[in-house]
């Protein structure tokens, strides 16, 4: 039986009633790890254990997060941190939760981070969305305001530290670092042309460290315990555990923290397996930008998946089983892309406007033999010649679906119609939600609903 | 590589090229063109169209060529076959939304959209879903028309509003396929730079309104040109079909206007084709109407009084070409035997000659670029954005993009505040105090951020007053600081003016005259007294432009006999004897001098109306009607006298650089050739060449048909850079008489008195000194002044001063029956507040705007609605007292004239008033009287 190793999951499955509060926090060994990060530790040696230890970054890319901080000038002042809490990938719904039950360690791993580039101010860009996450938050940075552990000379140091917590206007290319910093900055979201590198020139002109949400919240844990400690899980080029949030037609979806290199089979025994006994025909295995697989024998990790043709991504994995039309949700998921398309480029504005067309024609029987190649052609057309990744990633997820399951379309082709009795014509884009699914006849309920004003169930699995 | 050049490969070719630059204009230079939309080498990067992706070895991506830096052994492949189709699938992108109206676009035959599609595009398109949609021709402005349904999104026109102008009124808006280019609501495209947008759209999206559905471009014919407008002397095309001017577009010259122009410039050309131009001479019968006539009986009458006139003056408005400027001085000085000639109107105040104090020159020592590699900026003088709009940009760009720190002294806000490191709001004509300020390092805070280089620019701002102070103050600042100085007079032909030696004590080349004469308020004064035989007016219209309606009024009103060159009947042509009609400059060749004394050459597209003739050939067939024959035939006749004649212009070579006469480039096909002489070090690569354009000939020849778009014609244009005549030589080191030099620390006291009561204590110097026998003058005379310009001016000083004009102690000439310059200062300072009626005097202080009444705007259909109606801006604290707010009308007085006129409240030194000179309905200079002008205001 496969089991959850609960590290930065830890307090707020065990204290589902008030892991949010500054007193559970401070009963259970917060801010310990900042403390000793403040205190004890020069910031020379905090970069070093982070590097040390391998942490890859939690938000997608998996990019080595001691490598990040070690590209920031130490001459230039003054420098931010910036936490991306904009969790917007389809699938996706970690940060969410870690925000909401557990803000407190967010803000330990914020100082842990500002103490190892140098940094007296952070930022928190929170998802627009995220009310009930906000005002945690919020709650959260005046409680720790108030204990001393933000402000000038935490924690009795000459380190002063201050957070501002900034709320998006819901729009997912946010959650690409660049426009992000554009949107905290009050500008129109869209990226920025790299380089230079946030890390050099971000924030206002200044450099600036961008780290997600789950990154930060493993700091002081990894700080606290040591790299030798952090690297007992996972595999050598991906240590640590790793929340994935499991959503589709499994029994129980939730956020489960397991070791990177655990297998997808063991993911989906931990969430209960299929419902009603079926088998999964397609999973996405980390948020709706990352290629569809159709086996669960792989392991849960950077390398692994990459082989398998996938990728890590976010960690959003969504198990469907045979009853749903891949047509549909590859119409579902490039809708998606094409709404939150920025518009700055032309491939990504212009391919996935040019795809749902042509998506939407097969779905609802108008379709042509040779559309299956014309939508790898704009595939092609945006994959490596977006401005962002954005357009990659819009190209991957239609890309595979169309090559995995080009029977079905050629099915839908060829019977003028969608074999899984697909339903009315609906441009379903513009209330995505957080699995960018539901429409496929899928009953995916992830374990925070998405009317995220509401205290949402206690997702313990 | 150590010096800065990196050696990379393109398409085979070996290129040496400065490290940082982008690939895509290096491999422009080489001849290679990479397709783009959103490119412009006038702006920063945003590398969102993706057209121009190519391989560079070592990369797993295709790289935008317009974001990526050449770097030493880059290996790059424009026509790899991966960038081939990213290129091709880009294009197919842009396509499936674009509306294929072509028929119906202006664009069409010169789009960039379109070139590439015959290129690279496939013949049908896969896309078979409806296009998006948009309510087609909104029209943003009153010259802009927005199509958002053939727009490709490249950003050009946000970027310039934002980058360049600075002014955001056209933005992106929504997101994603829905993004859009528009105006905010109720808010127009209101911008002096709002053209720039429609000339570097790569699609029809944007349109001109004036030149809607007016032609297609392979109908028109083209010429380069120059802006007859400002002293900046913007490069431009025009082009006209069926011989009537339609159009006019920058020509990029990153030495003087980047890629360019205001919407005064390029959309000011209506005027050369009214219907009002005049188009033969005229002579004023006995029943006192103009009589249509022949030029041969016009000029008999005209020479005929000249050869009896003794006492002549001539005044030569300053929209007139460097050879003009030249003939009108032969005339005056040579075959009239006259210095009473000036070209000086609206800026009648200013004596440009003193700023021959610093180096020789009566004009700029510095040139444009010097204010983009300035430390600091001084800005003393009137809005550059209303009066100089493209020097506006080059002095936003110095500030914005290259650093420098602006200090801006004005009485009242201008556009520059806005990026100004400090502003000191002076009192009218506290400008000199203020700027001795900065010489001496009073102020300390300012002081300290007067860095080397520095450029101290002046322009004359207020009409009528005297600047003199001013520019005594600004030389002495240059002088003190070891910095270059900009004059900045304000229309084209004003530096041109000077140059040749219209102007009553300098010759051509800055030489001192021998004699002084009249200047145009002298000219003016002895008509009025009856004391002028003839009044020669050559493109000059006192009654709107002399900063004394009522001194013009009681000139013309003495019945002197008037002689004008005109374009149009204006007022001042309403009480001419005799009228030749003159040649505009879309017209005719010639050259203008700029502010930076660059001469740009204009060529000749269209015919004038009748007979109308350039007003250097009117000047030379006068001084032929009176024996003297100048031999000129052609232009190039006056451009080798000159540089015979003139000391600084003697290595003006016009067929220099590209100036020499020819069409422009773009119309025969010539094959592409680096220009070794331009500032970018590129070598040429084997074979480079560009395609042939298809505007050589009507039809198109597919596939053959790019890069036409303005890009490459801008290319071609900036290899005309003009040039900037050499200074004379310098007078000798040591001996300084000219330099008003106050001894370090001693800030002359009183401050309160130093803020409003002008330097009478200025030391001499200054214009006297140009008179004779000064070390200065001197220098010029014995060893550079040719004898042909020298023995022009009379000899013997027997009218140096006419009896009008007697110099005071500062050497500021005091006025008869004015009141002098200290006087009405007083008057400010010690008289106020007297309230008692509800009425107050203000110190005036006017200034054009950019859209005005002058003669040529308002000739020009799509220009005339833009003008502002005038009216008075106040202090906010004065206005209170005069119980005022903003919007009232108040009652204006001066000079026995009144006007009601609306209130503004702006950012003035209290105790002036600021009222724009020329507005339609009202012109400002009617109630000015004598220099420094005060005004009385009161609610109505």
């Not at chain 2, 590699?373 to 020097?391: H, M, N, Q």
Request: hydrophobic letters at 35%.
């Amino acid at each position: 039986m496969a089991e959850e190793v609960r590290v930065v999951t830890k307090r707020m499955r065990e204290h589902t009633e008030d892991s949010w509060t500054l007193q559970r926090v401070l009963d259970t060994g917060g801010y310990d790890g900042a403390r000793k990060a403040v205190v004890e530790m020069a910031p020379e040696e905090l970069g070093g254990e982070v590097k040390s230890s391998g942490l890859r970054g939690r938000g997608g890319a998996g990019f080595p997060t001691g490598v990040k901080w070690s590209f920031v000038p130490a001459d230039v002042s003054p420098k931010y941190v910036v936490v991306n809490h904009d969790e917007g990938e389809p699938g996706t719904f970690k940060d969410r939760e870690l925000g909401e039950r557990d803000p407190h360690q967010l803000l330990e791993g914020m100082i842990i981070a500002a103490r190892a580039v140098g940094a007296n101010k952070a930022f928190i860009y929170c998802r627009g969305e995220f009310a009930l996450g906000s005002r945690r938050l919020d709650q959260a940075i005046r409680d720790a305001y108030g204990a001393g552990f933000l402000g000038e000379g935490i924690f009795g140091s000459d380190f002063d530290f201050d957070i501002v917590l900034h709320r998006g206007a819901g729009a997912y290319i946010c959650g690409e670092e660049s426009a992000l910093l554009d949107s905290l900055e009050g500008f129109r979201g869209q990226p920025r042309l790299r380089p230079p590198f946030p890390a050099v020139k971000g924030l206002y002109g200044q450099p600036t460290v961008i780290n997600n949400t789950e990154t930060l919240s493993t700091l002081p844990h990894l700080i606290l315990n040591g790299s030798e400690w952090f690297r007992q899980w996972g595999t050598e080029k991906s240590p640590g555990t790793k929340i994935f949030s499991v959503s589709g037609h499994v029994n129980r979806p939730a956020n489960y923290e397991v070791p990177l290199g655990t297998s997808l089979a063991d993911l989906l025994e931990l969430a209960g397996g299929m419902q009603n006994g079926k088998e999964p025909k397609a999973i996405i295995p980390g948020g709706a930008s990352a290629p569809l697989l159709t086996s669960t024998d792989v392991a849960l990790d950077f390398e692994s998946l990459q082989e398998a043709g996938s990728m890590l991504g976010s960690g959003g994995v969504v198990f469907m089983d045979e009853t749903t039309c891949m047509v549909r949700n590859t119409l579902v998921t490039t809708e998606f892309f094409e709404h939150e398309s920025c518009g700055k480029c032309t491939p990504c504005r212009e391919g996935t406007w040019w795809a749902v067309k042509v998506l939407e024609r097969i779905e609802h029987g108008d379709g042509r033999q040779e559309d299956m190649d014309l939508l790898l052609d704009i595939c092609n057309g945006m994959d490596g010649r977006s401005f962002c990744p954005l357009g990659d990633a819009a190209s991957w997820a239609l890309r595979s679906g169309v090559k995995t399951f080009r029977d079905e379309f050629e099915q839908h082709v060829a019977e003028g119609s969608c074999p899984f009795g697909g339903g009315e014509r609906v441009h379903v884009g513009a209330r995505v939600g957080a699995t960018g699914l539901g429409e496929a006849g899928i009953t995916s309920q992830p374990a925070a609903g998405i009317d995220a004003d509401s205290e949402p169930e206690a997702a313990q699995p | 590589m150590s010096d800065g050049k990196v050696t990379l490969t393109i398409n085979g070719h070996d290129v040496e090229a400065e490290e940082n630059r982008l690939l895509i204009d290096v491999a422009e230079e080489l001849g290679v063109y990479v397709p783009r939309f959103c490119y412009h080498p006038g702006m920063k990067s945003v590398a969102v169209c993706r057209m121009c992706l190519v391989k560079v070895e070592g990369s797993r991506k295709l790289l935008p060529a317009c974001a990526t830096p050449v770097t030493d052994g880059m290996v790059v492949d424009t026509v790899d076959e991966e960038a081939v189709d990213a290129q091709e699938g880009m294009l197919e992108f842009l396509l499936i939304n674009h509306p294929l109206d072509c028929p119906i676009c202006d664009r069409a035959g010169e789009c960039p959209l379109q070139d590439q599609t015959y290129k690279h595009g496939p013949g049908s398109s896969r896309y078979i879903e409806p296009k998006r949609t948009y309510e087609k021709a909104l029209e943003i402005s009153d010259l802009v028309v927005l199509d958002r349904e053939r727009c490709v999104l490249c950003w050009r026109c946000v970027r310039f509003s934002e980058e360049i102008a600075g002014d955001a009124f056209i933005q992106l808006i929504d997101r994603g396929a829905g993004t859009q280019v528009l105006t905010f609501k109720d808010d127009p495209f209101d911008s002096y730079f709002s053209g720039n947008t429609i000339q570097i759209c790569p699609v029809g999206a944007l349109l001109s309104k004036p030149y809607r559905f007016v032609s297609r471009p392979w109908d028109l014919t083209s010429a380069p040109s120059v802006c007859s407008y400002c002293a900046v002397g913007c490069p431009l095309t025009n082009e006209a079909r069926a011989e009537k001017v339609v159009r006019c577009q920058a020509l990029p010259n990153e030495n003087v206007n980047d890629f360019w122009v205001c919407d005064k410039g390029r959309f000011g050309y209506h005027y050369v084709s009214s219907e009002e131009r005049l188009a033969s001479p005229l002579v004023r019968t006995d029943a006192d109407e103009f009589e249509a006539t022949s030029w041969g009986r016009a000029l008999d009458v005209v020479t005929g009084r000249l050869r009896t006139a003794r006492r002549i003056g001539i005044i030569a408005g300053a929209h007139l070409t460097t050879e003009d400027a030249y003939a009108v001085s032969k005339l005056a000085k040579k075959t009239l035997r006259t210095s009473d000639v000036d070209s000086r109107l609206q800026d009648a105040g200013a004596p440009y000659e003193r700023a021959a104090a610093l180096s020789g020159v009566a004009g700029s020592t510095a040139t444009l670029n010097d204010l983009e590699s300035a430390r600091t900026i001084v800005w003393v003088g009137p809005d550059p954005k209303e009066v100089l709009p493209v020097l506006y940009l080059r002095l936003r760009k110095s500030v914005l993009e290259e650093g420098a720190k602006l200090i801006v002294v004005s009485p009242r806000r201008i556009s520059l505040d806005a990026i100004a490191t400090h502003v000191i709001r002076c009192d009218v004509g506290g400008e000199a105090e203020a700027v001795d300020g900065l010489t001496w390092g009073f102020d300390t805070a300012v002081a300290g951020d007067v860095g080397d280089p520095l450029v101290v620019c002046w322009g004359p701002s207020s009409p009528g007053r005297d600047e003199g102070p001013i520019v005594d103050a600004v030389v002495a600042l240059a002088r003190n600081k070891n910095a270059k100085l900009l004059v900045c007079p304000p229309h084209a032909g004003s530096q041109g003016m000077i140059d040749m030696g219209v102007h009553p004590s300098l010759d051509p080349g800055y030489t001192p005259s021998d004699s002084r004469g009249k200047d145009t308020r002298g000219i003016l004064q002895a008509a009025a007294a009856g004391e002028l035989d003839i009044l020669l007016l050559i493109g000059a219209d006192p009654v709107a432009d002399f900063p004394d309606g009522g001194l013009v009024a009681r000139a013309f009103g003495s019945g002197v006999f008037t002689v004008a060159v005109e374009l149009f009947p204006t007022e001042s042509v309403a009480h001419a004897d005799v009228v030749f009609p003159s040649a505009a400059y879309a017209e005719r060749e010639g050259t203008f001098t700029n502010l930076e004394r660059r001469i740009q050459k204009l060529e000749p597209l269209t015919a004038p109306p009748g007979s109308a003739s350039e007003p250097w050939r009117i000047c030379s067939r006068i001084a032929h009607g009176l024996g003297d024959d100048w031999g000129w035939a052609g232009f190039n006749d006056v451009w080798t006298e000159i540089r015979a004649t003139v000391p600084t212009h003697a290595h003006v070579d016009l067929t220099w650089a590209g100036q020499e006469s020819r069409p422009l480039s773009l119309h025969y096909e010539s094959p592409f050739q680096p220009d070794p002489t331009h500032g970018r070090s590129v070598s040429a690569g084997p074979g480079a060449g560009y395609p042939k354009g298809h505007r050589s000939g009507a039809p198109f020849h597919t596939g053959q048909n790019w890069p036409l778009s303005w890009e490459l014609r801008g290319f071609e244009a900036r290899q005309r850079p003009g040039i900037i005549p050499s200074r004379p030589p310098e007078p000798p080191a040591g001996d300084d008489p000219v330099s008003p030099a106050p001894a370090p620390g001693a800030p002359a006291g009183d401050d309160a008195a130093l803020r409003l009561i002008p330097r009478t204590d200025t030391p001499a110097g200054g214009d006297a000194s140009l008179r004779s026998g000064t070390p200065l003058s001197s220098a010029f005379a014995s060893e550079a002044s040719p004898s042909s310009a020298k023995g022009w001016s009379r000899t013997g000083g027997e009218d140096g001063d006419s009896p009008e004009v007697k110099a005071g102690k500062s050497g500021v000439p005091e006025r008869s029956g004015e009141s002098s310059p200290a006087a009405t200062w007083h008057s400010v300072e010690d008289e106020f507040p007297s309230f008692s009626e509800g009425r107050r005097s203000f110190v005036l202080y006017t200034g054009r705007l950019l859209y005005d009444e002058g003669a040529m705007v308002s000739k020009t259909v799509a220009l005339k609605s833009l003008a502002r109606r005038p009216f008075v801006e106040l202090n906010e604290e004065d206005a209170k007292e005069l119980g005022l707010s903003e919007g009232d009308e108040a009652l204006v007085g001066g000079n026995g004239v009144r006007a009601t006129l609306e209130v503004r409240l702006g950012d003035i030194a209290r105790g002036a008033v600021f009222i724009p000179y020329d507005q339609p309905g009202w012109r400002a200079n009617s109630i000015i009287r004598g220099v420094n002008p005060v005004v009385e205001v009161r609610h109505p």
